[in-house]
């Protein structure tokens, strides 16, 4: 089978400890026809001092000088790209030896234009969990991902036309590529390889760590109204993750979400948390007056 050229994108801010581990993970892959584009978001760490120490002809070191955030350094990386497939990597992240190959091969096997894998997620607790949780069904690919963020972006493979057609969403923070998931699955062909092959590493400096979850969530479901409304299960089941997300803080604003999960599923799951939360943002009001009052 004939090895098209992949471009590997590993945006990169001040992570100049776990970036070697990462670009090691790449450069040995055992699909070799590959070139990798480090993209540094204008760290300062002297990230740009471990590149003196590389010697790999296939690798390739980027930067500028304002940090933009790791959506605008994977188009950089991608508009720079040789390749006729573009992959992305986190810079704390490790692929398998035979990440690439696999993916590769399954890829031409399926005839899709995009395809995710597994991979292990773990906590610097220790905690450790595959994902994504559910199957995938590609015939069901746009409902199932409007539901669930299923390819994390270290996952994907593709063909430079669905990065070309789509690029990554510069003005969102957090579900970048689960933004980009949708859009794909709604104009592409998605193929999945249940098997995990990354293995990444959720630190207290990693994005899912450091930017809280509701307000972008509620930006995502917004930004694909229209196709939420075509896919009330899916809906639902948003509703119903936008209500845990602020189900200990607000349960007036969890009431709102669980009623209209509910509104859509008719489950008792969600009936029960839009009563339950109801009844407790009427008790939670009472004591902010309270203590208003006792301030007065």
């Known amino acids: ?3 098209k050229m992949i471009s590997v994108v590993i945006p990169t801010y001040n992570r100049k400890e776990k970036l070697p581990k990462c670009i090691e993970s790449v450069l040995s892959q055992s699909y070799k026809n590959i070139e990798v584009l480090v993209v540094d978001d204008a760290s300062t760490d002297g990230t740009e001092e471990l590149f003196r120490e590389f010697g790999d002809s296939r690798l390739h070191y980027l930067r500028y000088e304002t940090n933009r955030g790791a959506c605008y350094a994977r ?8 390749g006729e497939l573009l992959a992305y990597q986190d810079s ?4 398998h030896t035979d990440k690439l190959k696999k993916q ?4 031409c096997i399926s005839g899709a234009d995009m395809c995710f894998c597994g991979m292990n997620r773990m906590s610097e607790g220790g905690s ?4 994504p949780v559910h199957p995938f069904h590609p015939e069901n690919a746009l409902e199932e991902f409007l539901a669930e963020n299923r390819a994390s972006t270290q996952t994907m493979l593709m063909y430079k036309k669905v990065w070309e057609q789509l690029q990554f969403d510069e003005n969102i923070r957090r579900y970048q590529d689960w933004d980009f998931g949708i859009r794909a699955a709604g104009s592409f062909t998605l193929c999945y390889l249940p098997e995990a092959l990354v293995e990444s590493e959720v630190g207290l400096d990693s994005i899912s760590t450091r930017v809280k979850s509701y307000p972008h969530l509620l930006h995502l479901h917004n930004k694909h109204e229209k196709l939420y409304r075509q896919y009330p299960n899916s809906d639902a089941v948003m509703n119903r993750r936008l209500g845990k997300r602020v189900h200990q803080t607000d349960p ?6 669980f009623k209209k999960s509910f509104g859509l599923s008719r489950s008792f799951y969600d009936f029960g948390y839009w009563m339950g939360d109801s009844f407790r943002a009427m008790f939670w ?3 902010r007056m309270s203590e208003r009052e006792k301030e007065a």
Do not use: T
């Open 1 to 3: 089978m004939e090895q």
């Open 75 to 82: 188009n950089y990386g991608a508009k720079r790209a040789k």
């Open 92 to 95: 704390d992240d490790v692929w």
């Open 104 to 107: 590769y091969e399954f890829l």
């Open 128 to 131: 450790r969990f595959y994902y």
């Open 252 to 257: 007036a604003l969890a009431a709102v979400h």
């Open 285 to 287: 009001n009472k004591g």
